[in-house]
């Protein structure tokens, strides 16, 4: 078969040929390539020295941390309490256990809250479901500080809901709840939505009642996901220090009571960092090395966990 | 008659004692508990919101009672009266999150524009995991550093040099003392920016391999690609970033409480100290009396709330339409 | 009558900007294509290990269609692609020689941009700037090239939307977005996008695989068109395009090792299908294979 070439559409008005201002544009690329290449590796310098200036503040960071929280650190740090100003010898042991207690006390109340509230988004529509997230997406921008004012209020202040009438740990730990409850349940929605809707579908099929399906089946599918996501929501709230300013308080004595004041590490660094004598600061220097420490540990058990349980389920 | 099966199936019989377990299991009241769970776990968040926002209100009604509206543009500081300069707060916000606001852009995008584009692909992986780490740095931690660390290294070393440079005078004039806005707005630029650089650089890396090519096959240099395919391509995101970065930064507290200084009267110059509707809050709210007093603070935190709510959710909403016009 | 702006005009310029200090590689001396537009002279691709195309002798003869077509994974568009040195982006490793007109496309000295504005290439999928108008498409390229006259510019649009066969559709509506256009309308504003840069070659990579009958049709009207003023270079893996639209067709498969692609037979059109020499070429011709 011959080729032939029909008159292109509209070429009776248009009779220009390609080709007219090729050299124009020759000489205009040539004579552009130097300062266009040179501009390139400019910007590739000039973004590399960017990803530079947003490392350095974290290298200094850590560096500084280590550095000065280093001698600080020693087995009676980590084991005593602290002692009166101005003698010696004192460490953060209360500190450390009242964290833990605090955190897990607010996780022992997010975390069931939060899952089965992922759970209730996950099998339903419609506008209940839309305020609920909606909801969670505002909640997660609310400052910390407010939602320990708010627990204060409830849990502290006379004529709260619930007020004691004095500082306690638990008004922490519910504000430290609060605080964990949304990315807990972003972090379980998306991880059981992920699993493949076939899965569900063919366990509903066989006629098993729905709670089992989401027993056996979803759970089992997301439990990596959902471990990472609420281990990062602990980590988060281990190094919060707003949500406890007005709440738990801190405390100099080892006081494993919820229904009083207990000591956190935020808590000792912002006290002890903001003095002016550099004993002080030394110790606000030491806690912060524990708790960059405790957090990283966190963040790095929550991916490891997840592995872990990924490769078991292959 | 043919048939491929290797065995004829026998035909089909009844299996004694199925019939009976089926049955029984569905007669059990099924599924009863598990909707009880989730409505439970429905109602309980629910319920912790409008906790949230009853309390605040409550909290402040008072003060605005007392007061009324003016009290948003409000600049008079009087603790005998428990009034406080919450217009001061409000524009300390404002500054020093657009301080923030600045360094993270230009410093974020071109980062996530490394890290997507130029920078060679072995490299790119670890080094995003480093600036995702920056996030989960307690705030007080980088508040303990701006303090002790930043803060005379900026009075001594930074905030001098930053006055001799002649265009920024109206920036910069003071005494460099210690805690300032700019410092603040420093540390909160370093909070800010793992956000940044997180979703832009997912906005950019989602932008089709085929407008790049497109741009290529014309005789772009790499840095003209960026510029033409990538970055118009990512706007969205960015602007979703930038948004809900700016909401992060305004709801930061303690760290900012550190390095302000906690002055309150309108900062002339970034080398002042100021205040922010946060650090004014974590300041007064410990000594603060029951009554007025008292809920004059909390109606600084019901205002601090309500403007991080309005800029988060239009972040929110900014990405959401990113991951709607992406798909279609 | 067209200008005939070839091989000689380009070496007397060189022979000035040589002095200026640019690109060193179009200096006479350098290789040159012969008569034909693009000359690929035992080119291979390998990606990693793996050698995708082997020992391809090709010329792309000047202002015609040369179809490149074959079964899917024998090799055409990676050669395609080393004509406008897309695989530096790719990792792809490219041994042989490739000249446009007189310019060694792999020598050391060339600058991959200059080649790829003299070089266009429209692929399988329209791929229109999706933020940008009709009008900033069509002269992105010039625009990228450091073309900045306001009057060029839009001389150079309208000359490219008639070529494409687009200039009534959418003269009234420029500044509109890009991606208003229907799939095939975007296919042909990415040819004006192409064209616009005024190229010797127009590289088409299955420009018509992801449109409707019609669109086709319309697409293959034009670059019967185009082919009187443009080198152009089709892969395609549609037999019938080719009987349709080309002059020259060059018959890509599999080898004997069932890993490799290589160059079949090479010839014009109507020899390659209806008198094919090399046996692999008869039976893919007949749909035996591929």
């Known amino acids: 078969m011959t080729v032939t070439a029909p008159p292109a559409p509209g070429a009776e008005e248009f009779t220009e040929p390609i080709g007219v201002r090729r050299r124009l544009v020759r000489q205009r690329a040539r004579r552009s390539l130097v300062r266009r290449r040179l501009v390139s590796r400019g910007a590739v310098v000039v973004c590399a020295l960017a990803l530079a200036a947003s490392l350095a503040p974290l290298v200094g960071l850590v560096a500084y941390t280590v550095g000065r929280g280093w ?47 992922a759970l209730f988004l996950l099998e339903r529509r419609g506008r209940i479901a839309g305020a609920l997230r909606f909801g969670a997406d505002v ?90 996501g609420n281990l990062l929501a602990v980590a988060r709230a281990v190094g919060e220090t707003a949500p406890l300013l007005f709440t738990a308080i801190g405390s100099q004595l080892f006081a494993l009571n919820p229904l009083q004041p207990v000591a956190a590490m935020p808590l000792v660094i912002y006290n002890d960092g903001t003095q002016p004598f550099p004993a002080a600061q030394q110790i606000a220097w030491g806690t912060a090395l524990v708790l960059l420490a405790l957090v990283l540990v966190l963040s790095v058990a929550a991916r490891a966990v997840a592995a872990f349980l990924n490769r078991r389920a292959r | 008659m043919t048939t491929l099966l290797e065995e004829v199936p026998p035909p089909l019989a009844p299996v004694p004692g199925v019939a009976e377990a089926l049955g029984r299991r569905r007669r059990r009241p099924g599924g ?6 989730r409505w439970g776990g429905a109602l309980v968040f629910g319920a912790v919101v409008v906790a949230l926002v009853a309390t605040l209100v409550s909290g402040s009604s008072q003060a605005f009672g007392h007061f009324g509206l003016s009290l948003l543009w409000s600049d ?21 999150t657009a301080v923030a606001l600045v360094l993270a852009v230009v410093v974020g995008v071109a980062t996530a524009a490394f890290l997507s584009e130029l920078a060679p692909r072995v490299v790119a992986a670890p080094l995003s995991v480093a600036v995702d780490l920056i996030a989960a740095v307690p705030s007080i931690v980088v508040g303990l550093w701006g303090l002790l660390v930043l803060t005379p290294a900026f009075s001594h070393h930074v905030e001098p040099f930053l006055k001799t440079i002649p265009v920024l005078e109206w ?104 205040a922010t509707l946060g650090s004014a809050i974590i300041n007064n709210f410990g000594e603060a009396a029951p009554g007025l007093d008292r809920s004059s603070v909390v109606a600084l935190v019901l205002v601090l709330v309500l403007i991080t709510a309005l800029v988060n959710v239009g972040g929110q909403l900014l990405l959401r339409a990113r991951t709607r016009s992406a798909r279609r | ?26 200096a006479p001396g350098a290789p040159s294509a012969g008569g034909a537009a693009v000359a690929l002279r035992n080119v291979s691709v390998t990606f990693g290990r793996h050698q995708v195309v082997r020992d391809v002798t090709l010329d792309l003869a000047p202002k015609q269609v040369t179809a490149l077509v074959g079964p899917s994974g024998c090799g055409k568009t990676t050669i395609l692609r080393t004509i406008n040195r897309l695989h530096d982006d790719t990792g792809g490793k490219v041994s042989g020689q490739v000249v446009v007109g007189d310019l060694d496309v792999y020598a050391r000295d060339t600058r991959p941009e200059l080649v790829r504005s003299r070089v266009g290439m429209v692929f399988q999928r329209p791929n229109p700037f999706p933020t940008m108008s009709i009008y900033d498409n069509v002269v992105a390229g ?105 002059h020259v067709t060059a018959v890509f498969l599999l080898g004997e090792d069932r890993a490799t692609g290589e ?20 039976a893919y011709v007949s749909g035996q294979v591929g």
Request: charged share 15%; proline share 6%; glycine share 8%.
């Open chain 1, 71 to 117: 001698h600080v650190l020693s087995g009676a740090f980590l084991t005593h309490e602290p002692t009166p100003p101005g003698v010696p010898g004192g460490g953060i042991a209360n500190a450390i256990v009242g964290s833990v207690v605090l955190v897990a006390l607010g996780a022992a109340m997010a975390v069931p809250v939060g899952v089965a509230a």
């Open chain 1, 139 to 228: 909640l997660t921008g609310v400052p910390s500080i407010a939602i320990g004012i708010v627990a204060y209020g409830l849990l502290i202040a006379p004529g709260g809901l619930l007020s004691l009438g004095h500082y306690s740990g638990l008004s922490g730990s519910v504000a430290l709840a609060v605080l964990m409850l949304p990315i807990v349940v972003r972090a379980s929605e998306s991880a059981m939505a992920a699993v493949p809707s076939e899965l569900r579908e063919a366990g509903l099929a066989l006629g098993v009642r729905r709670s089992r399906v989401m027993r056996s089946v979803v759970l089992r599918s997301a439990l990596p996901g959902l471990v990472t």
């Open chain 2, 32 to 37: 009863r508990l598990y909707a009880a769970l």
């Open chain 2, 76 to 96: 008079h500081y009087s603790p005998a009266k428990d009034q406080y300069p919450t217009g001061v707060f409000i524009v300390g916000t404002l500054i020093t």
């Open chain 2, 171 to 274: 920036f910069f004039h003071g005494a460099a003392l210690g805690p300032s806005m700019l410092l603040a707005g420093v540390v909160l630029a370093v909070m800010i920016v793992p956000t940044v650089v997180a979703l832009s650089r997912s906005a950019m890396t989602a932008v089709a391999v085929a407008d790049r090519e497109a741009a290529r096959a014309l005789g772009a240099t790499r840095w003209q690609v960026v510029r033409t395919a990538v970055i118009p391509g990512a706007r969205t995101g960015i602007e979703a970033s930038l948004t809900l970065a700016m909401g992060r930064a305004m709801g930061e507290t303690i760290a900012v409480a550190m390095v302000i200084g906690n002055s309150y009267t309108v900062p002339h110059s970034l080398l002042a100290p100021g």
């Open chain 3, 1 to 26: 009558m067209t200008i005939d702006i070839d091989h000689d005009r380009d070496i007397d310029h060189d022979r000035t900007d040589a002095a200026a200090g640019t690109d060193r590689a179009e």
């Open chain 3, 142 to 246: 010039l625009r990228l090239n450091g073309v900045r006259t306001k009057k060029v510019l839009r001389e150079a649009a309208e000359a490219a939307l008639h070529h494409a066969a687009l200039w009534d559709l959418v003269k009234d509506r420029l500044h509109a977005p890009a991606l208003r256009l229907s799939g095939g309308q975007q296919q042909r504003l990415c040819i004006a996008r192409a064209l616009a840069v005024e190229p010797e070659v127009l590289l088409m990579d299955e420009p018509c695989s992801a449109l409707d009958p019609i669109a086709t049709a319309k697409i293959e009207e034009l670059i019967t068109h185009l082919a009187s003023e443009v080198t152009i270079g089709l892969v395609t893996h549609n037999m019938f395009q080719a009987t349709r639209v080309s």
């Open chain 3, 263 to 282: 160059l079949v037979e090479v010839g014009p059109t109507t020899e390659i299908f209806e008198h094919p020499a090399d046996p692999r070429t008869a």
